[in-house]
């Protein structure tokens, strides 16, 4: 009875034994699996357009080197009035909404990244010169505005299209290019638009620098009645035509 009492103590010993190694394992190899540090790519965004995307993905990263792609980010943007985040697990969309800086933030546990985000959009648009005078010339020719392009720090924004509108159209037309097209005598003003950024108004005269030839003629009387003259004329013709062949016959 002894010796079976001892050899119970012992298995039991070496149960609990095992289960405590087992359990150490355990915790030893989730303390292996738990993220040291975390990888951002790309490190850092900058937008030039309001809505512009732009893709993060997150490494997390055991303290051997191991990658632990299962554990997963808590996203946050430190500014959502100048960058959102939206997306799935560790792969997410970053959209610029507004100008100014803002950090995106991921965050596992008691370890987090973050990389920079930068929007520069086009806040005031400049247009030189202040007056301008179209002339309608026998061959059409605009004129082209000067347009300088800032973001919301002051700073130049270049390469963006620059839309030009006349308030009067009767007047003046604009296009894509930030010029001006004379149509008729006249006054009115145009601006230029850049990505929803308005220009101040710039007053717009045209005059009629056209020659003689070029100018449509004077029309004297009533058109409509020379037209109907031939018309008639060319129906009797017919008729009296076809009344020959009848006789004919």
Same mark, same amino acid.
């Given at each position: 009875?002894?010796? @079976? ?6 298995? +039991?010993?070496?149960?609990?034994? !095992? ?18 540090? &975390?990888?951002?790519?790309? !490190? ?12 993060? @993905? ?5 303290? =051997?080197?191991?990658? #632990?792609?299962?554990? $997963?980010?808590?996203? =946050? =943007?430190?500014?959502?009035? &100048?960058?959102? $985040? ?5 792969? /997410? ?10 950090? #995106?933030?991921?965050? $596992?546990? +008691? ?15 400049? /247009? ?30 270049? %390469?963006?299209?620059?839309? =030009? ?10 296009? %894509? ?27 717009? @005269? ?12 004077? /029309? ?27 006789? %004919?016959?």
């Amino acid at each position: 009875m002894r010796v @079976h009492r001892t050899l119970v103590r012992s298995f +039991d010993y070496d149960v609990r034994m !095992t289960n405590r190694a087992l359990a150490l394992s355990l915790l030893l190899a989730a303390a292996c699996d738990k993220p040291a540090r &975390v990888e951002l790519q790309p !490190t850092s965004l900058r937008f030039g357009v309001r809505g512009q995307t732009a893709k993060v @993905h997150a490494a997390p990263f055991a303290r =051997s080197g191991k990658p #632990v792609p299962d554990q $997963i980010c808590r996203w =946050s =943007s430190s500014d959502e009035k &100048v960058a959102t $985040i939206a997306g799935p697990a560790n792969d /997410v969309v970053v959209t610029a909404v507004g100008p100014g800086s803002a950090r #995106v933030r991921c965050t $596992i546990g +008691d370890v987090a990244a973050e990389l920079e985000v930068l929007v520069r959009v086009v806040a005031k648009v400049a /247009v030189t010169p202040e007056k301008v005078e179209l002339r309608m010339l026998d061959e059409p020719a605009p004129v082209a505005l000067q347009v300088m392009a800032q973001d919301d720090t002051g700073a130049p924004v270049p %390469g963006r299209t620059a839309f =030009s509108r006349c308030a009067n159209e009767e007047v003046c037309r604009g296009d %894509g290019r930030a010029q001006l097209w004379a149509v008729a005598p006249g006054d009115t003003t145009a601006v230029v638009e850049v990505e929803g950024a308005r220009s101040a108004e710039v007053a717009v @005269h045209v005059v009629d620098a056209r020659s003689a030839a070029a100018k449509p003629k004077a /029309v004297k009387g009533n058109p409509m009645e020379a037209v109907e003259r031939d018309f008639l004329k060319k129906q009797a013709e017919e008729k009296k035509a076809q009344e020959k062949r009848s006789d %004919g016959k």
